[in-house]
């Protein structure tokens, strides 16, 4: 028998045991593991229940998910084990503690009783990546919890707790936190229990699902809603369509509509592209020169240097993590005016039923407000998110050096500067880091930290295990102009800025990048953030003699800062506003075909959506190859999470470098090359990656 799985008895009871860590994913070697203890057990008549438990932090936290792209996977094997744990004639019993999910909540209901401890999380997530639950979830959760909640697990992938699943019907009992073993005694006294009440096998299978709470027009609403609000997954409707055979259909015609839509899923670009994205993010939190068993620094209170939208938004995520936070202001103004949105914040979350009425005042009492710098002393961590300024920020970073205790790490939250100079700047180099949160940085998941010339590695890995505390995807960035995010971001601009002057509408442009499934495109999101904000990055830029030797370099954006049109909070930018509703502005084709005149560029008539993807989109990808190759970022999945996380780029894509392989990368070097000669290729703009051209002879892809 494999030794990831053994049966044994505990007097009459045989308990099956999975020992498969670090989350005893069902494995290939999982599934035979538990078909030759089945053999076993059938085989062992003196054995009176069965108890299948499993080892470690978790039970079984779901399918393999490597696994799910290898070209001879198939779930028949691993459904007809559950199966055959189903058919047993004596009593099953599932111990179950941990994240129950996926494969593993299949698992436990394929048992015949079910018991959790009580900070268990039972539930279906696959959808999270492009999946449905394909080991019978569909058809055998709606027989247990009825068919409304099944689908709504379904549907969000969130688990639910113990106490919920024991009120719905999930599971059997809920037993206080206890440890593994006794865990495992008390599931074998259930057993021996279920059969001195002489209670046999209850197969889920054998249920009728409770059709409580769901009209006739359910499922034709439900469905309804997944082709139009998720249009672009694979599950949703599919997952729509199981839990409607579950809820008509006899259990074997549900397995089959189960199987074949599974797969479907499975195969899709979609659920590829969402499974790469789980393992990057994985993956982000391995550093190179961060040893695995590092000890991390206890921060135990924070400090944050400025409280306008940043900074207070910055002090939110710790605060909400139970950390104290000492936000200090230069103004009692402006610290009260911080310190009040953040309180408004909190009861606006509050009143929409995201906290609980007493989370409000809790997480503000975790808030100090002060004008004294001096008073940042005792924190082990502290964020300056001052005005975004070299000579500003490294006068703070100096200031920050003298006033900290030593040990504390000094953090700066700049999008663009060179974080090594600031590091410099306060004299402690090696305790110094860039952490880059993202607007409101409240709620975007993504934090850009960056690793200067000389930041301890331990300075580093406690940035990344903190990012994870506050629920951050962090990624590690080197240090270069605008790190991973902002530096490929550029030539994304630069080149919707040209398609403007030459005669494309801000309409056309977002158009066409939406197209991709963005939630907004350039000239949106540009207006939003505020075109003064996005112009003064290019002059100080400029000023720091980083830009290209061409006048006609983002004039655009320069021009309407000139204008003030700010954007959205002006009313008007690369559109008008009625409301927060963006409306083309005809004065807008004026400017740039003015701009065009200027600066001798041809207007042309007839742009395609074609050119407009490829000439922002490949530009970037070109840009995200220059930072792999230099060792900016470390892996192509740290630069997909950046722009999923940060930039809404759509997960089913899984970001750009995952999306630059399903194009085909000499598709890309050919595109870069046809605009590079029918464009001229002014300051190398159109320059292949080193990398991209190794990476075409090699046929390596972004994913090897
Ligand atoms: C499914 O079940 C389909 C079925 O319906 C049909 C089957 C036929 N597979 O997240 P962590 C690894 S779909 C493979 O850092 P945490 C992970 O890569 C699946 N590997 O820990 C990492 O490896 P490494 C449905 C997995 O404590 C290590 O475990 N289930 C899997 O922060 C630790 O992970 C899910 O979607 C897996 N299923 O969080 C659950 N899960 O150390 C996915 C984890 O080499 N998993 N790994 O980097 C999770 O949500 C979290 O991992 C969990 C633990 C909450 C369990």
Same mark, same amino acid.
């Given at each position: 028998?494999?030794?990831?799985?053994?049966?044994?008895?505990?007097?009459?009871?045989?308990?099956?045991?999975?020992?498969?860590?670090?989350?005893?994913?069902?494995?290939?070697?999982?599934?035979?593991?538990?078909?030759?203890?089945?053999?076993?057990?059938?085989?062992?008549?003196?054995?009176?229940?069965?108890?299948?438990?499993? !080892?470690?932090?978790?039970?079984?936290?779901?399918?393999?998910?490597?696994?799910?792209?290898?070209?001879?996977?198939?779930?028949?094997?691993? %459904?007809?084990?559950?199966?055959?744990?189903?058919?047993?004639?004596?009593?099953?019993?599932?111990?179950?503690?941990?994240?129950?999910?996926?494969?593993?909540?299949?698992?436990?209901?394929?048992?015949?009783? $079910?018991?959790?401890?009580?900070?268990?999380?039972?539930?279906?997530? +696959?959808?999270?990546?492009?999946?449905?639950?394909?080991?019978?979830?569909?058809?055998?959760?709606?027989?247990?919890?009825?068919?409304?909640?099944?689908?709504?697990?379904?549907? @969000?992938?969130?688990?639910?707790?113990?106490?919920?699943?024991?009120?719905?019907?999930?599971?059997?009992?809920?037993?206080?936190?206890?440890?593994?073993?006794?865990?495992?005694?008390?599931?074998?006294?259930?057993?021996?229990?279920?059969?001195?009440?002489?209670?046999?096998?209850?197969?889920? $299978? +054998?249920?009728?699902? @409770?059709?409580?709470?769901?009209?006739? !027009?359910?499922?034709?609403?439900?469905?309804?809603?997944?082709?139009?609000?998720?249009?672009?997954?694979?599950?949703?409707?599919?997952?729509?369509?199981?839990?409607?055979?579950?809820?008509?259909?006899?259990?074997?015609?549900?397995?089959?509509?189960?199987?074949?839509?599974?797969?479907?899923?499975?195969?899709?670009?979609?659920?590829?592209?969402?499974?790469?994205?789980?393992?990057?993010?994985?993956?982000?939190?391995?550093?190179?020169?961060?040893?695995?068993?590092?000890?991390?620094?206890?921060?135990?209170?924070?400090?944050?240097?400025?409280?306008?939208?940043?900074?207070?938004?910055?002090?939110? %995520?710790?605060?909400?993590?139970?950390?104290?936070?000492?936000?200090?202001?230069?103004?009692? /103004?402006?610290?009260?005016?911080?310190?009040?949105?953040?309180?408004?914040?909190?009861?606006?979350?509050?009143?929409?039923?995201?906290?609980?009425?007493?989370?409000?005042?809790?997480?503000?009492?975790?808030?100090?407000? @002060?004008?004294?710098?001096?008073?940042?002393?005792?924190?082990?961590?502290?964020?300056?998110?001052?005005?975004?300024?070299?000579?500003?920020?490294?006068?703070?970073?100096?200031?920050?050096?003298?006033?900290?205790?030593?040990?504390?790490?000094?953090?700066?939250?700049?999008?663009?500067?060179?974080?090594?100079?600031?590091?410099?700047?306060?004299?402690?180099?090696?305790?110094?880091?860039?952490?880059?949160?993202?607007? =409101?940085?409240?709620?975007?998941?993504?934090?850009?930290?960056?690793?200067?010339?000389?930041?301890?590695?331990?300075?580093?890995?406690?940035?990344?295990?903190?990012?994870?505390?506050?629920?951050?995807?962090?990624?590690?960035?080197?240090?270069?102009?605008?790190?991973?995010? %902002?530096?490929?971001?550029?030539?994304?601009?630069?080149? @919707?800025?040209?398609?403007?002057?030459?005669?494309?509408?801000?309409?056309?442009?977002?158009?066409?990048?939406?197209?991709?499934?963005? =939630?907004?495109?350039?000239? $949106?999101?540009?207006?939003?953030?505020?075109? /003064?904000?996005?112009?003064?990055?290019?002059?100080?830029?400029?000023?720091?003699?980083?830009?290209?030797?061409? =006048?006609?370099?983002?004039?655009?954006?320069?021009?309407?800062?000139?204008?003030?049109?700010?954007?959205?909070?002006?009313?008007?930018?690369?559109?008008?506003?009625?409301?927060?509703?963006?409306?083309?502005?005809?004065?807008? +084709?004026?400017?740039?075909?003015?701009?065009?005149?200027?600066?001798?560029?041809?207007?042309?008539?007839?742009?395609?959506?074609?050119?407009?993807?490829?000439?922002?989109?490949?530009?970037?990808?070109?840009?995200?190859?220059?930072?792999?190759?230099?060792?900016?970022?470390?892996?192509?999945?740290?630069?997909?999470?950046?722009?999923? %996380?940060?930039?809404?780029?759509?997960?089913?894509?899984?970001?750009?470098?995952?999306?630059?392989?399903?194009?085909?990368?000499?598709?890309?070097?050919?595109?870069?090359?046809?605009?590079?000669?029918?464009?001229?290729?002014?300051?190398?703009?159109?320059?292949?990656?080193?990398?991209?051209?190794?990476?075409?002879?090699?046929?390596?892809?972004?994913? !090897?």
């Amino acid at each position: 028998m494999s030794n990831l799985v053994t049966l044994q008895a505990h007097s009459s009871i045989g308990v099956l045991r999975i020992a498969s860590p670090p989350v005893n994913a069902l494995s290939r070697g999982v599934v035979q593991g538990i078909r030759e203890a089945v053999d076993q057990f059938e085989a062992d008549r003196s054995l009176q229940a069965l108890v299948v438990h499993a !080892d470690g932090r978790t039970f079984v936290a779901g399918g393999d998910i490597s696994e799910f792209s290898k070209p001879d996977f198939e779930a028949k094997t691993y %459904n007809a084990t559950l199966g055959r744990i189903e058919n047993l004639d004596r009593p099953v019993v599932a111990a179950l503690h941990g994240t129950v999910l996926g494969g593993g909540l299949e698992l436990a209901m394929a048992c015949h009783y $079910r018991i959790a401890v009580r900070d268990t999380r039972l539930g279906l997530p +696959e959808v999270l990546l492009g999946l449905l639950p394909g080991s019978l979830g569909t058809q055998r959760l709606p027989r247990l919890v009825g068919v409304r909640l099944a689908l709504d697990m379904m549907l @969000s992938g969130k688990p639910i707790t113990a106490a919920k699943a024991l009120e719905c019907g999930l599971v059997d009992a809920v037993l206080e936190p206890m440890d593994n073993d006794a865990l495992l005694a008390a599931a074998v006294a259930h057993a021996q229990a279920l059969v001195k009440q002489g209670k046999g096998p209850r197969r889920t $299978r +054998e249920r009728m699902p @409770s059709m409580e709470g769901v009209a006739p !027009d359910f499922f034709a609403k439900a469905l309804e809603e997944a082709e139009t609000k998720k249009a672009a997954y694979p599950a949703p409707r599919r997952i729509v369509r199981c839990v409607q055979a579950a809820a008509t259909l006899p259990f074997e015609k549900g397995e089959a509509v189960e199987a074949e839509l599974f797969e479907e899923c499975r195969a899709s670009p979609q659920s590829v592209a969402m499974r790469h994205l789980f393992f990057a993010e994985r993956a982000a939190g391995k550093i190179p020169g961060v040893p695995s068993d590092f000890t991390p620094r206890a921060i135990r209170k924070v400090g944050v240097l400025g409280a306008g939208t940043m900074g207070g938004g910055i002090a939110m %995520n710790f605060a909400n993590a139970g950390i104290p936070v000492t936000i200090v202001e230069t103004a009692a /103004d402006a610290l009260e005016r911080g310190l009040g949105i953040v309180r408004k914040n909190y009861e606006a979350s509050a009143a929409k039923g995201k906290l609980r009425p007493e989370d409000p005042a809790k997480r503000m009492a975790l808030l100090t407000g @002060s004008l004294d710098v001096a008073e940042l002393a005792d924190c082990d961590l502290v964020i300056e998110a001052v005005f975004e300024n070299m000579d500003i920020k490294k006068q703070v970073a100096k200031r920050l050096g003298e006033v900290c205790k030593p040990g504390a790490i000094i953090a700066t939250n700049t999008s663009t500067l060179d974080v090594n100079v600031l590091a410099d700047a306060s004299g402690r180099a090696g305790e110094f880091i860039g952490m880059h949160f993202f607007s =409101p940085a409240n709620v975007m998941r993504l934090l850009e930290i960056v690793r200067g010339d000389r930041t301890d590695p331990q300075v580093l890995g406690t940035v990344v295990r903190l990012a994870r505390t506050i629920g951050k995807v962090p990624v590690v960035s080197g240090v270069c102009y605008g790190f991973i995010g %902002n530096r490929m971001l550029e030539p994304y601009l630069r080149e @919707s800025e040209f398609l403007m002057m030459e005669g494309a509408s801000p309409a056309q442009i977002d158009r066409a990048i939406q197209s991709l499934g963005l =939630p907004m495109g350039p000239c $949106r999101m540009l207006d939003l953030a505020g075109l /003064d904000v996005a112009a003064k990055v290019v002059v100080e830029r400029g000023k720091a003699g980083g830009l290209p030797d061409d =006048p006609s370099y983002r004039a655009v954006v320069q021009k309407m800062m000139e204008l003030g049109r700010f954007g959205q909070k002006t009313g008007a930018g690369y559109y008008r506003y009625e409301g927060r509703t963006p409306v083309p502005d005809p004065e807008v +084709e004026r400017i740039c075909a003015a701009l065009a005149e200027q600066y001798g560029i041809a207007r042309r008539s007839e742009i395609s959506d074609q050119e407009i993807i490829e000439r922002c989109v490949y530009p970037l990808i070109n840009e995200g190859a220059k930072i792999l190759e230099e060792g900016i970022a470390y892996r192509p999945g740290d630069i997909d999470l950046v722009w999923v %996380n940060g930039y809404g780029f759509p997960d089913f894509r899984g970001g750009p470098m995952h999306m630059a392989d399903t194009i085909g990368l000499d598709k890309i070097a050919d595109r870069l090359d046809h605009y590079a000669a029918e464009r001229g290729n002014r300051d190398g703009y159109w320059s292949r990656a080193t990398l991209l051209g190794e990476m075409i002879a090699s046929g390596r892809k972004f994913a !090897d």
